[in-house]
């Protein structure tokens, strides 16, 4: 399949949540890439059920996905977050990491989050990132360790830019998802791995009612985050929440795990 990222484009002013209107696309046949950007969203959704903050200035949009081979969720969750980090550093000339399993970070701040959510044959890749947003506009449980890519680039970020080369960057990582060559999930773990903050940091994270703790080594091949517990056997993480990484000031601590 060859989709045009960003094709259709439904560019609204407000909406509750642009997620939510793609999968209205998506039940009324918009084909894979087409996109919704809205000015502002009024409940933004994080992960695990979070809000997300959508003021006016960021960047808040989803694309809709068709997938039809693959079903590595895991590693889809990682490209998404390649492609974002390749879009911000592109558009706003600064260098951008990621902390498992999606969270783009300037400076240590995160600036962009990404949610995937999936229905029957349907999977909506939506993504936040703080442009323009003043973070002193943020609610103060997030202001501390949020950014804004403004305040940390001292320049204007072009939404339209932004987004041309977010399309462009996505298309170009799902693609790679896409095939079932070997190689192309080497490469997404391989660019994925290159940007990763969250190694040789001290994790804690619940699963359900269990916890592990320990060293983060990296992911594996499925995206996975591997642990070294203080018992020095490796666990991996498929499901979770980091609940109290030192790496983190402020607010609750609570990460969530961005897979479908
Ligand atoms: C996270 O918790 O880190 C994920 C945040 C994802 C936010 C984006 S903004 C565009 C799209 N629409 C939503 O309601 N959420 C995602």
Sequence with gaps: MNARWGRPLVRLG?????????????????????????????????????????PAGGLWCSLLLRPTAQTAW??????ASVATAEAIEQTANVRAAIRWPNDVLVEG????????????????????????????????????RAGSLHEL????????????????????????????????????IEAWSARDATRGQHVDIQIGSQRVEGIAEGVDATGALRVRAPDR??????????????VLAGGDGRIGYGDV
Excluded: M
């Design 14 to 54: 407000v909406c509750a949540s642009t997620n939510e209107v793609a999968s209205w696309l998506a039940a009324a046949g918009l084909p894979e890439g087409a996109a919704v950007i809205a000015h502002i969203q009024t409940r933004g959704r994080g992960r695990h059920g979070r809000i997300w903050s959508s």
């Design 74 to 79: 895991g590693r889809l969750s990682l490209a």
């Design 109 to 144: 701040r995160k600036v962009a989050g990404i949610l995937l959510e999936a229905a029957a044959h349907v999977v909506i890749a939506g993504i936040g990132i703080n442009a323009n947003v003043a973070t002193a506009d943020l609610p103060p449980v997030i202001r501390g």
């Design 153 to 188: 680039s001292g320049r204007a970020i072009s939404l339209e830019a932004l987004f041309e080369t977010l399309r462009e960057r996505f298309g170009r990582w799902y693609a790679l998802w896409s095939s079932t060559a070997d190689a192309a999930a080497v490469d997404i």
């Design 233 to 246: 056997l490796v666990r991996t993480v498929t499901a979770g929440d980091i609940v109290s990484p030192p």
